[in-house]
């Protein structure tokens, strides 16, 4: 079975800062790897997906992933941070046939102006 | 930009008493899918819906659930009798034939007492 962990917790970076997110899956074949976004009392906004192709993907929001096989990691990064994506991260991987969305547990983002 | 509407945002239910959530998916979106998410704890896999049936299902999701698209429109969530542990922001979420990425709704938050 596939999973999903997110060694963060909760993150803290100053405004105008780099940002890097971790994320670590499980998965038996080729995964299908997502970042979401949810702000509070929000749903869960996609913010950018990896299928195949090109392991650096560029997302929403000034966001881009990273997919590494080798490190079964997907990490998500930001040259700049801003007050606005303080926010919790989720991690997911897709199942393939059975289409079924495994999330980590999340990183909770604070931006410090 | 096309949206998961769900409704209602927040319904506070009494033990033992059934609770219908609401979604309306995107209108060219052919999967539909609940998650839930209990409050500190990881986002959850409920139960997937395509072609007026259900897909796949979670461990999760008992003889208490059930998933209904009594129309062209919308698609249900049924808890037949609430328990203390269903309290939970619950997320619908639709997604295109061959399009991994799902859109979420914005959760509709249970809390049963």
């Known amino acids: 079975a596939q999973s999903v962990t997110q060694p963060d917790i909760h993150i803290t970076v100053s405004e105008g800062a780099s940002l890097e997110l971790r994320c670590n899956y499980s998965?038996?074949?080729?995964?299908?790897l997502f970042w979401y976004v949810q702000s509070p009392g929000q749903g869960l906004q996609l913010l950018l997906k990896?299928?195949?192709?090109?392991?650096l993907v560029q997302g929403i929001k000034g966001f881009e992933a990273e997919f590494k096989r080798s490190q079964s990691s997907f990490n998500l990064r930001k040259p700049s941070v801003h007050w606005s994506d303080a926010a919790e991260y989720f991690c997911?991987?897709?199942?393939?046939?059975?289409?079924?969305?495994?999330f980590g547990s999340g990183t909770q983002l604070t931006v410090l102006p | 930009e096309p949206e998961v509407t769900q409704t209602p945002s927040h319904q506070v239910t009494q033990m033992g008493q059934e609770v219908i959530l609401r979604c309306v998916p995107i209108?060219?979106?052919?999967?539909f899918y609940w998650y839930r998410q209990i409050l500190g704890q990881k986002v959850e896999f409920l139960v997937s819906?395509?072609?007026?049936?259900?897909?796949?299902k979670s461990e999760i999701f008992d003889d208490q659930f059930s998933v209904e698209r009594p129309d062209g429109s919308n698609f249900t969530l049924k808890i037949r009798s609430t328990k203390l542990e269903d309290s939970a922001m619950y997320f619908c979420?639709?997604?295109?034939?061959?399009?991994?990425?799902?859109?979420f709704g914005s959760g509709t938050r249970l809390t049963v007492v």
């Open positions: 819906f395509y072609n007026n049936e259900i897909s796949e």
């Open positions: 990896y299928f195949s192709g090109d392991t």
């Open positions: 209108s060219n979106h052919l999967y």
């Open positions: 997911a991987v897709h199942s393939g046939s059975a289409r079924q969305l495994t």
């Open positions: 998965y038996g074949a080729t995964p299908y």
């Open positions: 979420a639709s997604a295109r034939p061959g399009d991994y990425g799902y859109t």
